[in-house]
C-alpha cells in the first residue's frame, strides 16, 4: 500500500501527523462546527473572558447508559476540525464505539482568541491557563451537553497536557486518562524553547506589541518550530539537499502559518504557566495521590518539544501503562507510529475496571 507522510505546521507546533494511506487523511465524521456560549468566564488573577464562546464538534452517538463519551483535546494552535482526520473506523477514536467530543480550546482562533475578541482584542485579550482550559471544557461538559462522567479524556502535545490536568483537576469525572506526548509541567529545557518563540516574536518588526494587521509570517519561527518538532536524523534522512529549498518555501509560506500571532502568544504563554502540583507545593507526588482514573501515558524518548521525563516520572507516581514512543520522529511521532500507537490504545479504552 502506497502511504504519504504529512506534516502541517502551525508557527512552530504540529497540527497533526499521519503516516495514513492517501485516501484516510479525508475526515470520516462531517461534524458541523458547534458553539456554547459560556458567559464571562473568570480566570486566576481577577481576569475573565468576556462573553466566552467555545467550540466544539460532536461524532458519533451516546449511548443509553452515557458511558460512551470520550473527551479529545487540541495541540497548539489545533482545532476540532482539523483533529476530524484522528475519528472515524481505524483511526486513532472509532466514533463507531465512542461519542467523541472534539474542543477548540481557549485561545485557538474558533473559541474565544485574541485573534476575534471584539470586547477583548490583540494583546487586552487576557492570560488564559492550561487549567483554565480544562475548566472552560468542564463547563462545556455538564452544562451544555449534560454529562456528568466521561469513558476517557485523551489529547496530543497541548492537548495531552491538557488531559494530565483534568486527571490532576477533575479526578473522578473520567475512567481513563491518555496523555499523548504532553506533560504534566514543561521542563527548563521545554521552557527555554517556548520563550525563546515568544521572544523571537516580540524582537519582530511586525509584531507592535500585537497591533499588526492580517496574519504576518515570521520565517524564523517557521524554521526554528519545525527544528523543535523533529530530531536531526528525521530531518536529514527524509529531506535530501537538493529539497532545501523546496523545504524552505514550504515552511515560508503563508498558508503553513494559520495561527495568529497574538493567539499563538496566549497560547504558548498556557503551556510555559502549566504546572499540575502548583496547587500542591510543587509536589507532582501530591498532585499524582489525587488520580482516580487508569493511565496510559504515551511520551517520546526523543522528543524535543515536550521533554518526556516529566510525564515518565508521572506515570510511575501513578502505576500507569506507558507507551514509549521510539522513532526519529521526535515531537510528531505519535502520528509516524500510529500503526503500533493507535491498537494500543484501542486495547487499554476497551479495558473494563
Keep these: 500500500m502506497r502511504y504519504r507522510f504529512e506534516i502541517f505546521l502551525l508557527s512552530g507546533m504540529a497540527m497533526t501527523v499521519a503516516c495514513l494511506p492517501a485516501r484516510a ?52 494552535g489545533g482545532n476540532s476540525g482539523q483533529m476530524l482526520a484522528d475519528v472515524g473506523p481505524g483511526r486513532l477514536l472509532d466514533s463507531r464505539k465512542y461519542f467523541v467530543i472534539l474542543v477548540d480550546p481557549l485561545g485557538n482562533g474558533i473559541s474565544t482568541s485574541p485573534s476575534n475578541s471584539r470586547l477583548q482584542p490583540g494583546m487586552k485579550f487576557p492570560r488564559i491557563t492550561i487549567a483554565g482550559m480544562v475548566r472552560s471544557e468542564h463547563m462545556l461538559l455538564t452544562r451544555v451537553l449534560h454529562l456528568r462522567h466521561l469513558h476517557a479524556v485523551m489529547g496530543i502535545s497541548m492537548g495531552g497536557m491538557q488531559s494530565f490536568q483534568w486527571a490532576v483537576q477533575y479526578p473522578r469525572f473520567m475512567d481513563e486518562v491518555i496523555p499523548i506526548v504532553g506533560t504534566p509541567r514543561p521542563t527548563v529545557y521545554d521552557l527555554l524553547a517556548f520563550r525563546a518563540q515568544r521572544d523571537m516574536i516580540r524582537e519582530s518588526k511586525i509584531w507592535q506589541n500585537g497591533r499588526y494587521h492580517g496574519n504576518p509570517v515570521l520565517a524564523g519561527l517557521q524554521e526554528e518550530g519545525s527544528l523543535g518538532l523533529t530530531t536531526p536524523q528525521y530531518r536529514n534522512e527524509r529531506t535530501p539537499r537538493t529539497q532545501w529549498p523546496a523545504l524552505l518555501r514550504r515552511l515560508d509560506a503563508p498558508a503553513q502559518s494559520p495561527f495568529d500571532l497574538n493567539d499563538f502568544m496566549r497560547q504558548s ?12 507545593g510543587g509536589s507532582l507526588a501530591r498532585a499524582a495521590a489525587r488520580v482516580r482514573a487508569r493511565m496510559l501515558i504515551v511520551p517520546s524518548r526523543q522528543d524535543h518539544t515536550v521533554n518526556p521525563q516529566p510525564a515518565l516520572r508521572f506515570a510511575r507516581l501513578v502505576q500507569a501503562q506507558i507507551f514509549l514512543l521510539t522513532s526519529d520522529c521526535g515531537h510528531l511521532a505519535s502520528g509516524c507510529e500510529a500503526a503500533r500507537l493507535n491498537p494500543v490504545i484501542h486495547a487499554f479504552m476497551a479495558q473494563t475496571r
Design 269 to 280: 504563554q498556557a503551556i510555559s504557566t502549566l504546572n499540575a502540583a502548583a496547587p500542591y
Design 25 to 76: 487523511m479525508s475526515p470520516a465524521c462531517h461534524s458541523p462546527q458547534r458553539f456554547a456560549r459560556l458567559g464571562n468566564f473568570r480566570l486566576a488573577h481577577h481576569r475573565q473572558i468576556r462573553d466566552l464562546r467555545l467550540g466544539y464538534r460532536l461524532c458519533g452517538k451516546l449511548n443509553a447508559r452515557k458511558s460512551n463519551a470520550v473527551l479529545f483535546l487540541a495541540w497548539f
